[in-house]
């Protein structure tokens, strides 16, 4: 059997399902409201503080005529290359890809066709993603010259949508961290301080105004947790709401692909553009279904929970956690206080990423590569490659069998209400939810004493990013907390 090489897009024939029994989606499909409006784009002073604009607000730039594709693309290309090295972000320059599919947008443009907000836009994307012409490292010393014969079809999403690729970002090797084999990424509000991972490249670069955008990936934190640390907004979207062809696995039942913004609005316009299955080579792991945008005048009709225990240990944040909170109820959130199920063998759950990471890296570890790995220490994963192999397939049953209790458990929870708050520091939330694939956002909250972003996070339902991402915008239009910049890549 090991003799069969296989794909990078070749799943076991196990398919993972988040839906719990009897679960019924209620959600209809319906109109959007972008709130794209001409009435703010007026030209923003110089190229670095047209750098910070939204996705939303660029797009109507580039729609009105009042900036091209190819002007904007320079203007990324060009902090890529100031900053790029200071931050570690970057572990390649798109440019003359780039250079062409923003001179295609504009000739686009010019002829009458606009393919809609993010036509012309610039982005990066996560270096787990194959990209035609470049090398796909994920991040590590094996793969380093890597160059796959795969297309990401997230990638081929964003180029049908119009967006321009300028930079493939670094990823913590496979996926782990911060740490890649060029470096440690550079969070951006401080420079002694890492990234957070594992798409570290993306949540510094975006927060950096490097990009407009950036496409990251999450099996336990990795979008969330570098957008939380480096001031972004990251959704992180229900398992098997965007397509993971043609991008490196980490485990098969867990991962995610999700848009790192400066804004929820952005991530709603990122996220309508890559969501769903691929035509006309649909992916079986991807669930069809609708998603609307259309923000209420307030939160006084949601249901809106909070993890009052988790928020009470988070003594490190209080000013800003109570400050979010406060903000929420202004917003005429009534809050409710909610905790965890109980009884959750969360020790156990590492086996199911352990075991589905060995089966995927099985090749790197029989060539004994792994021992390549820059992290060898025992927390690292190469080491828990080599561990995987000592997993009884009983034991990792089991857990997927204590999964199906979770996945009811959070259901049960969830389900009562349309958004959940906690802090961003919630280790235990962060796996309940991985496992159970239900969609959260992180949301700026400010800065702590050290000058470092805050955030918190919002859960939702399972397929239900509308409403999540709603909360989000009315969150961030009331706060303001989203547009601060950090100061050494920005003059203002």
């Given amino acids: 059997m090991r003799a069969a090489s296989l794909s990078i897009n070749t799943p076991p024939a196990l398919y993972f399902d988040p839906r719990p029994a009897h679960f019924n989606r209620q959600s209809q499909a319906g109109p959007s409201d972008w709130r794209l409006s001409e009435g703010d784009t007026d030209m923003i002073g110089n190229d670095d503080q047209i750098a910070f604009l939204s996705v939303a607000e660029l797009s109507v730039l580039i729609r009105t005529h009042k900036i091209s594709s190819l002007r904007l693309t320079q203007i990324y ?10 931050l570690q972000a970057v572990v390649a320059i798109t440019e003359e890809l780039a250079l062409k599919q923003a001179q295609r947008a504009d000739e686009e443009l010019a002829r009458g066709l606009y393919r809609g907000p993010l036509h012309g836009i610039p982005y990066g994307i996560k270096d787990l993603f194959a990209v035609p012409g470049y090398k796909t490292t994920w991040g590590a010393e094996p793969y380093q010259h890597q160059l796959l014969p795969d297309t990401a079809k997230v990638y081929q999403r964003l180029e049908a949508a119009g ?17 890649w084999f060029g470096g440690k990424t550079k969070n951006p509000w401080d420079l002694k301080q890492g990234a957070s991972g594992s798409s570290a490249g993306s949540a510094s670069a975006t927060a950096a105004g490097l990009v407009a955008f950036s496409i990251g990936t999450e099996t336990l934190g990795s979008i969330l947790a570098p957008s939380s640390r480096c001031g972004a907004t990251g959704l992180r979207p229900t398992f098997g709401r965007v397509s993971r062809g043609g991008c490196m696995t980490l485990a098969w039942s867990m991962d995610k692909a999700g848009p790192i913004c400066r804004s929820a609005q952005d991530c709603a316009l990122v996220f309508n553009a890559i969501y769903g299955p691929n035509q006309p080579e649909p992916d079986r792991s991807v669930v069809p279904g609708p998603f ?6 307030d939160l006084s009709k949601l249901r809106i929970a909070y993890f009052d225990k988790l928020f009470a240990r988070d003594t ?13 109820r202004r917003l005429g959130a009534t809050l409710t206080p909610v905790s965890l199920p109980d009884s959750i063998p969360f020790a156990g759950f590492d086996i199911i ?5 060995g089966a995927f890296f099985d090749e790197l570890v029989l060539a004994h590569r792994d021992r390549e790995l820059g992290e060898q220490d025992e927390s690292s994963r190469a080491n828990s490659l080599r561990q995987s192999r000592f997993i009884p397939a009983v034991e990792y049953l089991q857990a997927n069998r204590q999964r199906t209790v979770l ?14 708050v906690a802090p961003a520091e919630g280790f235990n939330l962060s796996m309940a939810t991985n496992l159970t694939g239900h969609p959260a956002i992180s949301l700026p909250t400010g800065l702590d004493k050290r000058g470092r972003p805050t955030s918190v996070v919002l859960y939702s339902n399972l397929y239900d990013e509308g409403t999540l991402l709603e909360a989000a915008f009315l969150f961030q239009q009331a706060s303001g907390f989203h547009r601060l910049r950090p100061k050494m890549f920005s003059e203002d």
């Fill in 77 to 86: 290309l060009d902090r890529l290359k100031r900053f790029g090295d200071t």
């Fill in 407 to 420: 996945i009811e458990k959070m259901n049960a929870l969830l389900s009562r209400y349309d958004v959940i």
């Fill in 163 to 179: 967006a321009v690729l300028v930079a493939k970002l670094t990823t913590g090797a496979l996926a782990r961290g911060d740490v």
């Fill in 316 to 328: 490190a944040h209080r000013i800003t956690n109570d400050s979010a909170l406060h903000i929420l």
């Fill in 292 to 297: 609307t945008f259309d923000p209420p005048a």
């Fill in 353 to 357: 990423l352990r075991a589905e990471s």
